[in-house]
Each structure stands twice: as C-alpha cells, then as structure tokens.
C-alpha cells in the first residue's frame, strides 16, 4: 500500500506487508467452473524465487537508519492474493455488465462473500499460504470475507526470516518510518500462486488490489 498508516502507541507499527498471490482460477463472467488447488508440491525453502517491484522508493541510503529490532512487532501485516489475467477479466466483465443498462447483471452487486466464492482462490491454496505463515511462527489472524486477503502479525525478525528482506528505520521529511530495503522471496513451490501483477484502479473492492510488498509506516 502506498498510503501511510496512522501513528501507533508504544512505538508499534503495524507494517503495510502486502504480497501479491497469482491464482490460476479460470470462470465465466456468469458461472463458474470447477477449481482445482494450485500449490501440490512440497514447499522447499531452498529453492526460492524473487517477487520484483516492491521496495518503495524512500527506502534508500539516504533515509535508511539501519534495522529495526528483530523483536518489534508488526501488527496486521496483509497478504494480498491477486486473480490471474483471465479471472480478473472475468469479474471486470460482470462489474461493467452491473453498470450496463440493459444488461441482465445492471445493478445486481456481489458481495465480499460471493465475490470470493466465484473468483476467489481456491480453499486449499488458502490452508497452504496460511500453514506456510504459521510454520514460520506468524500468527494469521483473519481471512477476508472474499478470501483475497490474510491478515497476519509477527516479530520484524520473522517477517525478515519469512520473507528473506530486511526491515528499517527510515527518517523522511523528519518523520520516522519502517520498509522493507529489499524484494521479498518466496518458496519456488508456491511459483504457481506467487507474482507480481500490475496495480489495478478499479478501486471496487479493497479485496481486489493487485500485488505488492513493502511495508511503509509512521511510528513514534
């Protein structure tokens, strides 16, 4: 997210963590086939890959103030999962239908529940993204209505084991901040729901932002 998040008492940031989840779903705009679990291999955390685009541009030399504490913790750090091409097009079509005179669909609007249910990842990818979090000792706290996003919390030092970055302080403009200083990595297994996508400006549904990490905060 590119927006700052409000000041925290006690010096607590809750870390803008957002990263991006390619899900290969394929639906019409008016039904929906039959989806199958994407993640079927084991999760090797030697082999990893790099998720490009996702360091804010504050975050550089002349702002870093070194790392933070491995102990401080980011609250409610997000994990946005992102629809593949065909499945983005899917639901765009019914959003524009539901704006269409005439159309059939003109003013039926979903819900976050129903959005998840036909273009939302598959249940499984969901179990496997969250077991993967907490066998790293992050602590999941929600799934979004539409199954598009998990909110998770967790020490800097297990994000920065986790996601293979590092977290700092930064000072911009006087005012103190965390970021992550470099692309987060993931497991190569989890290559067929893990990417980056470019940012959508829909804006319809806070579940629906396209892929991105890095976590850019106000803190005391």
């Known amino acids: ?28 705009a008016t039904a929906v086939t039959a989806r199958q679990p994407l993640i079927n291999g084991r999760i090797d955390e030697t082999q990893l890959v790099t998720l490009p685009g996702n360091v804010r541009p504050e975050a550089n030399a002349s702002h870093d103030r070194g790392p933070i504490a491995d102990s401080m913790p980011l609250n409610h750090l997000q994990l946005v999962l992102v629809r593949p091409a065909e499945l983005e097009a899917a639901l765009e079509e019914y959003m524009q239908s539901a704006q269409t005179p005439g159309s059939r669909n003109y003013h039926v609007w979903l819900t ?7 273009y939302g990842p598959d249940s499984d990818d969901i179990a496997a993204v969250r077991g993967w979090l907490e066998l790293h000792g992050l602590q999941v706290n929600s799934v979004s209505a539409s199954g598009m996003m998990i ?8 994000v920065t084991e986790t996601f293979k970055t590092e977290i700092h302080s930064l000072d911009v403009n006087g005012e103190r901040h965390t970021a992550n200083m470099r ?30 990490f890095h976590g850019y905060d106000t803190h005391a």
Do not use: Y
Request: aromatic share 2%.
């Open 1 to 28: 997210m590119n927006s700052l998040s409000p000041k925290m008492s006690h010096g607590v940031t809750a870390c803008a963590l957002v990263l991006g989840l390619l899900l290969g779903v394929s639906v019409e």
């Open 112 to 118: 976050a529940e129903e959005i998840g249910m036909k």
């Open 151 to 158: 909110d998770f919390s967790g020490t800097a030092g297990q």
């Open 183 to 212: 692309n987060p990595q993931v497991p190569a297994a989890l290559a067929p729901v893990a990417g980056i996508s470019s940012p959508t400006t829909s804006g319809r549904d806070h579940d629906e932002a396209r892929a991105h």
